[in-house]
């Protein structure tokens, strides 16, 4: 049996990221959403998830790029001169890693950011982190250690399979080596907290470009056992905070077409959250 989550990132960030959740849940194959606490719609994303029971909705853990839970005062080594969080992610890390300082900021800003989502009353599909910030050591291991306390059983491991995308696209850029040891160190993390985490992850090379053709594909070539399929749908692809370059509409788009429908519809293929498939062998 083939199991399939299917994430929008982003959750909360803006209106028109939570107008394409709620239609793409609705209407379309999502089955989870993954909510910026801190993000400018995130009380609009929490009414919308209350009214839809069968939305899985995790925590997207926001330390880079974004907005902070906490005042800029209390984690000043974290944050610009705007009070925004750094976007220079190889010095942040670096600085979390060496300063110990820095990483007591990093756990008050991670619990504060679970405790939000605690306050907003959605049970804890799962967790991730914003740009994959959760494959530095150290924030992985305070994301466990913190994440417990809420009620923390799964989580995103990057670890994509590159030769199913070259199956589908040969053109598809390799992922970079470097990657590698980072997720399967987080990979064994998670496993020896006990978190449930998809085999196989889809959405790093084609990020920002989950095209109607691409899901389609995927769909149709997934491996066995438990997969995730991430995307960032949106109704707009200019909105406050936008990546530069990302095909949000298109992406959004993907997740209602017919033909996307149509091969969702496989009978040796299960849609839900992480929730769902708590109780199921990930490797069955």
Request: glycine content about 8%; overall charge neutral; hydrophobic content about 45%.
């Amino acid at each position: 049996m083939k199991r399939l989550i299917v994430t929008a990132d982003d959750f909360g960030a803006a209106i028109e990221v939570n107008d394409a959740v709620e239609a793409a849940h609705r209407h379309g194959i999502l089955t989870a959403a993954s909510l910026m606490v801190g993000g400018a719609a995130a009380a609009d994303a929490v009414a919308r998830a209350k009214r839809l029971p069968g939305l899985r909705v995790g925590l997207h853990l926001v330390l880079v790029e974004g907005v902070p839970v906490l005042p800029p005062s209390v984690i000043p080594d974290l944050v610009d001169h705007r009070g925004r969080f750094r976007t220079d992610m190889a010095r942040a890390g670096a600085r979390i890693f060496f300063r110990p300082e820095v990483r007591l900021q990093v756990a008050d800003e991670i619990a504060a950011q679970f405790a939000r989502f605690q306050q907003f009353g959605l049970p804890l599909d799962h967790v991730n982190a914003h740009k994959h910030f959760h494959l530095h050591p150290s924030i992985a291991s305070l994301i466990i250690e913190i994440g417990r306390d809420f009620g923390m059983t799964a989580a995103r491991v990057p670890r994509e399979p590159g030769r199913i995308l070259k199956d589908l696209e040969p053109t598809t850029p390799a992922a970079s080596p470097f990657l590698a040891p980072w997720t399967a160190l987080l990979g064994l993390k998670f496993s020896r907290a006990g978190m449930l985490t998809p085999r196989h992850v889809f959405g790093l090379a084609w990020s920002g470009a989950m095209t109607r053709d691409r899901l389609v594909g995927l769909l149709n070539h997934l491996p066995a056992g438990l997969s995730e399929i991430y995307l960032h749908p949106a109704t707009s692809n200019q909105f406050a905070d936008a990546a530069p370059g990302y095909r949000y509409t298109e992406e959004f788009s993907a997740l209602t077409d017919s033909a996307v429908l149509d091969a969702a519809r496989r009978s040796d293929l299960q849609l839900g959250g992480f929730a769902d498939f708590q109780h199921a062998s990930a490797g069955a």
